[in-house]
């Protein structure tokens, strides 16, 4: 098997394409031949030790990925050899092969391809839980998505129209913004050249957004809360501006609004048979076609240091998946 190892964690250019030994599945583990693994922005982070995941060295990155179980560890009951899984573990997607728990594989439906399963998980499990559970977005409501064109942002598009919502999605350039449409955004703000409370005062008459799907954060977040609706919901989803911003706690104060953590990777811990329950519906969705990952383009696996130049710049729209 070859793939993509971190031995220093000082970023991309320290990863090396590399031939290594097949490994045999453990106790409860699987071998799966990797077809695509996307990139999710804690991949970035991770191979440059700024995620709070620090895997010991030296490690093979790729958090999400998709392929054909080659061979079951023992104990191994749901899964067969020869089934197309996707999988969120963490590491091992950037390469040919790799071992996986297999409580963590998802088996694909016929239907589901491995690019999207691959593209899957991560962005549509985390927004379903900030939309549905955190900030129970209910028809008819006002969601506004900032970062809107990437990764969890587009799922949040699709998901909030699926729950009969009116979105209005915001991103920093107007190509950005089309695509936004194209999912389905009932409006859009380009907040690389428009005044985000303006817009947002134009566009709601007034009243502000409902719930706001924050995964962006520095600048953007004070404004955004500033022009929330009364009884609003606003939910910290990350951070990739940047800085961490902080907040008057008046501003909660004189909405009546919430400020909500969202943090997807925990709740799929602590509450395993809620989260399983949500996947289940989010394949159920995907089997209706009212959502489908939006892919930015496809790379060759050894390609990935391209993907990362590409994610970094901030041009990607929807998700990139290697593929082998
Ligand atoms: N809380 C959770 O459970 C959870 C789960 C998954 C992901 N996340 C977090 O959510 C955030 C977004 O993840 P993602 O996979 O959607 O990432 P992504 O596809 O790269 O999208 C991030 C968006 O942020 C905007 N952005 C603003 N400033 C940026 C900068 N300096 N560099 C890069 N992007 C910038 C970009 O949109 P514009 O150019 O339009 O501004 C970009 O499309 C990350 O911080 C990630 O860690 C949180």
């Known amino acids: ?23 045999t599945p453990g106790p409860g583990q699987v071998l799966i031949q990797i077809q695509a693994a996307s990139l999710n922005f804690p991949d970035l982070l991770i191979v440059q030790n700024k995620y709070q995941m620090k895997p010991e060295l030296p490690f093979v990155p790729g958090s999400e990925y998709a392929g054909v179980v080659q061979a079951l560890g023992e104990g191994v009951k749901h899964l067969k050899v020869g089934q197309t899984v996707a999988c969120l573990s963490g590491t091992g997607g950037f390469g040919t092969h790799t071992l996986a728990p297999a409580k963590l594989c998802m088996p694909l439906p016929d239907g589901f391809s491995a690019i999207d399963g691959a593209a ?22 006002t969601v506004l998505v900032l970062g809107a064109a990437g990764g ?32 389905g955004a009932d409006a859009t703000i380009n907040y690389g050249r428009e005044n985000l409370r303006e817009a947002l005062k134009t566009l709601t008459g007034g009243r502000g957004p409902d719930v706001i799907y924050d995964p962006v954060g520095g600048d953007l977040a004070e404004p955004a809360f500033r022009s929330i609706a009364w009884r609003g919901r606003y ?85 990139l998946v290697m593929v082998n």
């Not at 902080?246 to 048979?273: H, I, M, T, Y």
Request: charged letters at 15%; proline letters at 6%.
């Open 120 to 141: 899957f998980i991560m962005t549509y499990a985390t927004s379903h839980h900030a939309l549905v559970d955190r900030a129970a977005l209910k028809a008819g409501e």
């Open 1 to 23: 098997m070859h793939a993509w190892l971190c031995e220093n964690p000082i970023g991309v250019d320290a990863l090396t394409w590399k031939e290594l030994p097949t490994p």
């Open 235 to 319: 939910l910290v989803v990350g951070f990739a501006g940047g800085p961490i911003p902080a907040l008057p706690l008046n501003l909660p104060l004189l909405k009546g609004a919430s400020l909500v953590g969202v943090f997807w990777g925990d709740f799929a811990k602590r509450e395993p048979q809620a989260n399983a329950a949500m996947m289940a519906e989010l394949a159920q969705w995907y089997g209706q076609g009212k959502i489908k990952p939006v892919i930015d383009r496809t790379l060759p696996m050894n390609d990935l240091k391209a993907a990362y130049t590409l994610m970094g710049s901030r041009s990607v729209k929807g998700k």
């Open 152 to 183: 969890v942002g587009t799922a949040a598009i699709q998901i909030a129209k699926a729950m009969g919502a009116k979105v209005i999605a915001a991103a920093s350039t107007d190509e950005k913004c089309a695509l936004c449409t194209a999912l």
